[in-house]
Nanobody, 124 residues
Framework: QVRLVESGGGLVQAGGSLRLSCAAS????????MGWFRQAPGKQREFVAA????????YYADSVRGRFTISRDNAKNTVYLQMNSLKSEDTAAYYC?????????????????WGNGTLVTVSS
C-alpha cells in the first residue's frame, strides 16, 4: 500500500526556519524523483522543489530558490525540505509525491495519491 506522510509543519515567525519530512512507503521510492508541492488557501497546488532519484540533482521554484533545500535519505525512504528565511507568502499546506521523471514531476504529474500534507503558517 502506497503511503506518503508529511510532517514538520507548524507556526513560525517570518525569517524563521522549519524542516519538513516526507516518509514514503509501499513503493521503491529510491528509484524515482521526489518533489515537494504546496497549496495556499484559495490557490492551486504549485511546485516547490524536486530531487532526482539518487539525490544528485535538485530543482526549485523561483520563489524559494536560495531559501529552501530539498534532500533525501533513500535508506530511510524519506525526503526533506529545509525551509529558511520563511516569508508570509510561504504559508500553505505542503505535500510530497513521486514522479516517473523530473520534468513531468515539476509540472505536477505525480505517481501517487496526495497525502494529508503538513501545514506551514508564517506570521509576519
Amino acid at each position: 500500500q502506497v503511503r506518503l506522510v508529511e510532517s514538520g509543519g507548524g507556526l513560525v515567525q517570518a525569517g524563521g526556519s522549519l524542516r519538513l519530512s516526507c516518509a514514503a512507503s509501499g513503493r521503491a521510492y529510491h528509484l524515482y524523483p521526489m518533489g515537494w508541492f504546496r497549496q495556499a488557501p484559495g490557490k492551486q497546488r504549485e511546485f516547490v522543489a524536486a530531487i532526482s532519484d539518487n539525490g544528485g540533482s535538485t530543482y526549485y521554484a523561483d520563489s524559494v530558490r536560495g531559501r529552501f533545500t530539498i534532500s533525501r535519505d533513500n535508506a530511510k525512504n524519506t525526503v526533506y525540505l529545509q525551509m529558511n528565511s520563511l516569508k508570509s507568502e510561504d504559508t500553505a499546506a505542503y505535500y510530497c509525491n513521486a514522479g516517473t521523471h523530473i520534468t513531468p514531476l515539476r509540472s505536477g504529474y505525480v505517481m501517487d495519491s496526495w497525502g494529508n500534507g503538513t501545514l506551514v503558517t508564517v506570521s509576519s
